[in-house]
Each structure stands twice: as structure tokens, then as C-alpha cells.
């Protein structure tokens, strides 16, 4: 029969790259304190990256050695788990969209979930809870460019929506429009502006 400590490794090779292991998952294998005795051996060795306080996540091996997982997969992985909703922050989406040449320094996302911040490795992510208003259209680029325009502010938010009508789809500018009851007055004046101009 196997250990614990292989049947949880075995359970989290199954996993796609970046996917947390939490102790609650791993019950079926055994009970919390002997799963989480398993788990806290299981980083001594080496064998899995401490993420966070009862996060575990498991290190990928290539020909180059092993690294930590991809903080996009991570992410994906923790809002998938946890049910949140998990964007880029806005200065991430002004930088994607073309607004800024301004490449931000640290891994930021906003949640519907508590803050906190993560460890994969050397990287920081940090997760910082946002109202719902800047987690609207999650993985659409109308999303990205209200989170882009809240970074932004009022004072650069027409010159940002002017330059963004020449680059999105219609069908992505209506889904702002259509958003702008959920959104800052300031924010939803600005996008109100861009309708009358047609």
C-alpha cells in the first residue's frame, strides 16, 4: 500500500500546472492532521512550494530544473477552487490595452474574496479585494478596460476612451455602455460622453 505522502503526490501530478492543494481536498486520502503533517513534510523536502497559509502547490520540473508554476495558472487555479472572481489589476489591463508603457512591477489581482497575498517562489502575488463594479466582464477586454480606466482615473479617462474606440470590437464597446449603471458616475459620464459623440 502506499504512503500518504505518495498518494498525495501522485493526486497533485493529476492536477493541471499552477492548481492549489488545499488539505480539505486531500481527505478522501486520509485524516486533516495526518494530511496536514504530509503536506508540511512534503515542503521540508522540497517536494511542494508553500503558497500560502494552507496553500500547497506543486513545483514544475523541466530540463532546466525545478521552478515554481505560473502565477496566470495559480490564479486561475484559486478562482476556479475558492468560486472567486479573479481579474488582472487595472494597472495590468492599461498596460495589456495599449494605455500605458508603464509595466507593473508586482503580481496585483483584484477579488471578489478577502486580501491576502500568495509566495510562488520568489514572486508576491497579492490579491486585494475590489467592489463588484471593477470585477465586471471577467476575461473580456470590455472588463479590462473599466479595471484600466478606474487605474487611469478621471482625469484620463476620455484621452484613454478615445484612443480604446479606435481599437475594440463594437460588440465590446456596447458592453461597456451597457455596464454603466453598475459603474462610478465620474466613469459612467466619461463612456456616456462617447455614445453622444457617436
Do not use: C
Not at 509595466?103 to 486585494?128: D, H
Amino acid at each position: 500500500m502506499q504512503t500518504l505522502a505518495k498518494q498525495v503526490l501522485e493526486h497533485s501530478t493529476k492536477t493541471p500546472e499552477g492548481t492549489p492543494l488545499v488539505a480539505k481536498e486531500l481527505l478522501h486520502l486520509g485524516s486533516r492532521a495526518a494530511v496536514d503533517q504530509v503536506l508540511s513534510r512534503l515542503v521540508q523536502r522540497g517536494a511542494l512550494l508553500r503558497a500560502g497559509r494552507g496553500i500547497y502547490v506543486l513545483p514544475v520540473e523541466s530540463r532546466f530544473g525545478t521552478r515554481a508554476p505560473s502565477a496566470i495558472k495559480m490564479v486561475e487555479g484559486l478562482a476556479n477552487q475558492r468560486g472567486e472572481t479573479i481579474v488582472a489589476h487595472g494597472a495590468a489591463a492599461a498596460n495589456a490595452l495599449g494605455l500605458t508603457t508603464q509595466v507593473p512591477m508586482r503580481a496585483v489581482y483584484l477579488t471578489s474574496g478577502p486580501n491576502r497575498s500568495l509566495k510562488l517562489g520568489a514572486q508576491l502575488i497579492e490579491f486585494r479585494h475590489a467592489p463588484i463594479w471593477q470585477l465586471i466582464f471577467p476575461g473580456q477586454a470590455a472588463g479590462e478596460v473599466v479595471r484600466a480606466l478606474a487605474w487611469l482615473g478621471p482625469e484620463k479617462a476620455r484621452e484613454a476612451i478615445q484612443t480604446l474606440r479606435a481599437k475594440l470590437p463594437v460588440s465590446e464597446l456596447k458592453k461597456i455602455v451597457s455596464a454603466r449603471s453598475q459603474l462610478p458616475t465620474w466613469m459612467a459620464q466619461e463612456i456616456s460622453a462617447l455614445v453622444a459623440d457617436g
